[in-house]
Every structure is written in structure tokens, then in C-alpha cells.
């Protein structure tokens, strides 16, 4: 009997043990939340201060994601956005006998679209018009789309740093392509087919396309997902690639040289769309006479780079009509604001200094200015222990108005042009690549009616902040928040003109055309709701 209870005490006495190391273990990852008798659980909001800045002509070459079209944000204003590329030869050095005469010449670049909507099926062809995704302002307006010959070489190196480093390109560049762009022999751009959809009334089409696939002497048509599809001047690449000047085709590098590239532009447009140009080609069909047979071959101009020969691109972007409000809260100071205005492309940013002033010695009470600021000393003193900490933007919807909210923003160390270091540990992926990363945070949320209603982004920096308080050589940084198109994307491109501020910003805002005023916090209460005002909520615990 005895012996039957002592196994049957067992499974019990393993599985408490097992508790018990699985509550240790939870205690090692949230244990500064855990109160005892030695211990109080402590919630503080800490000062924060933070002021606009403006982001001067920038570097946009090589973008994973570029804008073409025009758009007018009530709170920022008008964004126009031109593209130029090279192109590579996706075989070099072709065979291309005399007799070749050229049947046709397409451009196809994809739209970014909604599988799952589908917005209607063309009942005779099967077509499908889907919704098409980062697309902004009136979709159904058409424009003037110009498809040029870049006349403009774009170096891979850049002669200024004996070829060590990569040629930068700019938004504000738009001129210097624009005035050696190359028309045809008739004084037009490539995209002058009869059919004005492909240029004097373009849009951007929803709706999927039909291209004829040969197979075996069949011809059949086949439906291709929305893209740019324009057929493009055969006779100029008659006389330009199939008829060449010899050795131009031989390398890719010789055939840069020589062909430079496309260069888009739009006119009267009100609406743009946020592109991946390297998924776009120029298709060449011509036809050979082989033993008295017409043989039909192609050369395809892809826009991607490939490992030997890299694709040199750039956004370039203008902006007028910039709303007043906007020049006046973007002036070159470093002056708290009331709303922190950040902006995409030739934008504007924010910068944030936390928590507030120094103005005693290293325990924060008394003596001489540290330069440290005087909350972190006493947290430093006293030995807390952050259990979390998080950085709260509301956005102010009074001065947004109708305008599109960006879905994310991105907190980074302006001091060094570095990811802070809650964004390297958290390597969370959602179902979408856009809200990877999202303990870190900065994605667009809505607050509950309890809690004030309204839009807000979130970043948890707890581990940014520990770090300031446990190690006291730490430096407390200057973070910097702009928009971002991709969270994944961290590197920085230089401004065409450094300020005595700052010197770069990251691509990523570069990509986004959009635009978000949130609230800022200053001692003009009046001007910021109390519950808006910007905020560093930290979690801590303090030894009794």
C-alpha cells in the first residue's frame, strides 16, 4: 500500500517541479513585473521633447519601391513623382541577322494588387479587376504618361571618390534628366501608340490584360495579372537595337553606355502608385529569315540588376503647392513642438529627446549640470529596474483632415544612423512583411472610446531604455521617427545638402509618399490635449 502511494506521489512531485521551473522561467523573461515585499511595481510617464525638422533634397537612387504619378495631400501638399532607369540585356551580345525586322515592342511593368478583392469578372473574356494596393488619390483619373530615352548616363562609381564608392542620385535630379531626354524621330515619346490609354489618357488599370501565347503553331490567349503594358516605338528600336552600332550590345556595361536607359514622366495627374520597377521588362519580338523561313526570336530589356551587372535607378520626386502650415512647422530649429510633422520622399522628420532636462549633478538633486538628464540619474541612483517602456504618438486627426494615414512609422538612433536595439531583438514576422516587427512596434492602432478614441502608434523601447539606466556609461541618444514604406529596410541615404543637425535619413521614408501630423508635447498645454501629449510610459520597479 505504501508502496503504491509512494508511485503514485511521483508523477505529482515531477510535475510540481515542472511548474516550478516553468514559473522560474517566466519570471527570468517578465520578472521586473513582479512585485514583493523588497519591491514596489512603479508606473511613470517621463518627460519628452521633440521637434520638427526638414528633410532637404535626399538621395533616392536604388529604391526597392518607387512612385509614379501626382499626388496632393491637404497637409503637406503635392508630390509628383518621375523614374528613370537603366536596363540590362538579358542575354548579351546577340546574333541578329540583317534581314531581322522588329513585329513588336512592350513594356510590362506590374501593379502591387489585391488578390482576394476582386472588384468584378468581364462576363465575354473572363477578365478579372481587382484592387490595386498603394495606390493614392483618384485611381479612375487619367494623365499624361511619357515614356523617354534616358539620355543621362548614371555611374555606378562616382569619380569624386576615385571609384571606391557608389555615384549618389537625388530627388530634386528631375531636371537633369528631363532636358536630355531623347524622343523619336518624330519629336514623340516611345509609348506613341494610336491608342491614347498608353499615353494622353493613361491610368493606372485594374483589371487584368490578354497577351496571345504561341505554342506549337497555336496561338491562344492568356490573361495577365494588372501591369503598365504599352507598346512602344518599333521603328526607333529597329534602328537602335537591332541595327545597333557594333559592339554596343556586346556587354551590358557597353550596352548602358550606350542606351542609358527609360525615363517616365507624368502630366496632369492626381494619382499615385507606388511601383516595383524590377519586375518590369521591355520585350523585343522580331523575325528572321532562316533557309527562306521567317524564324521569330525576342530580346528581353529586363530593369533588374542581376549579380555582374547592377541597375541604376532614381526617384525623383518635386513637391508644390506645400500647404503653409507645413512650411511654418518645419522651419530649421530645434524648438519643441506642439505637432511633429513627418513626411515621406523630400519630406520632414521628428527628433526626441528623452527624459527632459539636466539640471543637477549625477544624483539629480543636487550639484552642477552632468549633462545627463536629471530623471535618468535618479533612476540610475536608485537602481530601478525597467520592466517596460513605451513610446505613444498620437496622431492629430483635427489637422490630418481627410488625408491618408500611413500604417507605419519608424523609430530609430538619430545620433548614430542606427536601428535602436528593441528593433534588432524583436524578430517577430507577421502574415504580412509590412507588420514584421510588430512587438517593436510603430504601426498605425486605433485607441478604445475608454481611452480617448482616435489614432496612435506604439513603440516599446524597454530595452533601450534598461540599457540607459543599467549601464551608466550609455550615452542617451537622440531618437529620430519619419515614416517608413518598409520597416525591414534600416539603411539611410544622404541629404543632397547636410544640415548642422543632421546629415541623413533613412530610404525607407523615402519610399513613402504619404504623410502624418501627430501630437508633440510643450508647455503650451492649451494647444495639446493632456491625453495626446507625447509620452514615454516606463514600468519599473524600485527597491522599498
Known amino acids: 500500500m505504501l508502496k503504491n502511494s509512494f508511485f503514485k506521489i511521483i508523477p505529482v512531485f515531477l510535475f510540481l517541479v515542472l511548474l516550478n521551473s516553468c514559473d522560474k522561467e517566466y519570471n527570468v523573461i517578465g520578472a521586473d513585473l513582479i512585485g514583493d515585499s523588497s519591491f514596489d511595481l512603479v508606473k511613470t510617464e517621463s518627460v519628452v521633447v521633440a521637434y520638427n525638422q526638414k528633410i532637404s533634397p535626399i538621395q533616392s537612387d536604388d529604391l526597392a519601391i518607387n512612385a509614379l504619378g501626382s499626388y496632393n495631400n491637404p497637409s503637406f501638399g503635392t508630390t509628383t513623382a518621375n523614374f528613370a532607369t537603366q536596363l540590362n540585356l538579358s542575354a548579351v551580345n546577340p546574333t541578329i541577322d540583317p534581314t531581322a525586322k522588329i513585329k513588336s515592342v512592350v513594356l510590362t511593368i506590374p501593379y502591387f494588387y489585391d488578390k482576394t478583392k476582386i472588384i468584378n469578372t468581364d462576363a465575354t473574356t473572363g477578365a478579372k479587376t481587382y484592387e490595386l494596393d498603394s495606390i493614392y488619390g483618384d485611381v479612375k483619373a487619367k494623365m499624361k504618361l511619357s515614356v523617354y530615352r534616358s539620355g543621362y548616363f548614371m555611374r555606378t562609381l562616382d569619380p569624386a571618390d576615385q571609384f571606391l564608392k557608389a555615384q ?264 504580412n512583411a509590412k507588420y514584421s516587427k510588430y512587438v517593436y512596434g510603430g504601426i498605425l492602432d486605433k485607441a478604445t472610446a475608454a481611452n480617448g478614441g482616435g489614432y496612435f502608434y506604439k513603440f516599446r523601447i524597454t530595452n533601450h531604455v534598461r540599457g540607459l539606466v543599467n549601464n551608466l556609461s550609455a550615452k542617451n541618444v537622440q531618437l529620430g521617427v519619419v515614416v517608413t514604406e518598409d520597416i525591414n529596410t534600416y539603411v539611410f541615404g544622404d541629404l543632397r545638402t547636410p544640415t548642422t543637425v543632421f546629415t541623413k535619413a533613412p530610404k525607407a521614408s523615402v519610399m513613402n509618399p504619404l504623410g502624418v501630423i501627430v501630437y508633440g508635447a510643450t508647455s503650451n498645454t492649451s494647444a495639446v490635449p493632456e491625453a495626446k501629449r507625447l509620452k514615454m510610459e516606463i514600468y519599473y520597479t524600485k527597491p522599498n
Open 168 to 431: 549618389k542620385y537625388y530627388n530634386n535630379q528631375n531636371s537633369d534628366f528631363d532636358q536630355v531626354k531623347i524622343e523619336t524621330s518624330t519629336g514623340t515619346p516611345l509609348n506613341n501608340d494610336a491608342n491614347t490609354a498608353q499615353n494622353t489618357e493613361f491610368f493606372f488599370d485594374p483589371a487584368e490584360y490578354s497577351v496571345d501565347v504561341i505554342t506549337n503553331g497555336v496561338t491562344t490567349k492568356t490573361l495577365k495579372p494588372p501591369a503598365m503594358h504599352l507598346n512602344l516605338d518599333t521603328k526607333y528600336f529597329q534602328e537602335k537595337i537591332l541595327n545597333a552600332p557594333a559592339g554596343s550590345l556586346a556587354t551590358n556595361a557597353l550596352f548602358k553606355e550606350y542606351f542609358r536607359g527609360l525615363y517616365f514622366t507624368v502630366e496632369n495627374a492626381t494619382c499615385l502608385n507606388m511601383i516595383d520597377f524590377r519586375k518590369g521588362d521591355v520585350t523585343i519580338v522580331y523575325e528572321e529569315t532562316v533557309d527562306e523561313k521567317p524564324v521569330e526570336k525576342t530580346i528581353v530589356l529586363n530593369m533588374a540588376s542581376n549579380a555582374i551587372d547592377p541597375i541604376r535607378t532614381v526617384s525623383l520626386l518635386t513637391q508644390s503647392n506645400v500647404a503653409v502650415d507645413y512650411i511654418s512647422a518645419t522651419k530649421d530649429d530645434v524648438v519643441a513642438d506642439d505637432n511633429l510633422y513627418l513626411k515621406g520622399g523630400e519630406g520632414s522628420m521628428s527628433v526626441i529627446n528623452l527624459f527632459g532636462p539636466d539640471n543637477f549633478g549625477p544624483d539629480g538633486v543636487t550639484g552642477a549640470p552632468n549633462t545627463i538628464p536629471d530623471e535618468l540619474d535618479i533612476m540610475r541612483t536608485k537602481k530601478y529596474l525597467i520592466n517596460e517602456a513605451n513610446l505613444v504618438f498620437h496622431v492629430n486627426s483635427v489637422l490630418m483632415k481627410t488625408s491618408p494615414i500611413p500604417q507605419r512609422i519608424y523609430l530609430y538612433d538619430f545620433t548614430n544612423n542606427q536601428p535602436i536595439v528593441d528593433y534588432g531583438d524583436n524578430t517577430t514576422v507577421g502574415s
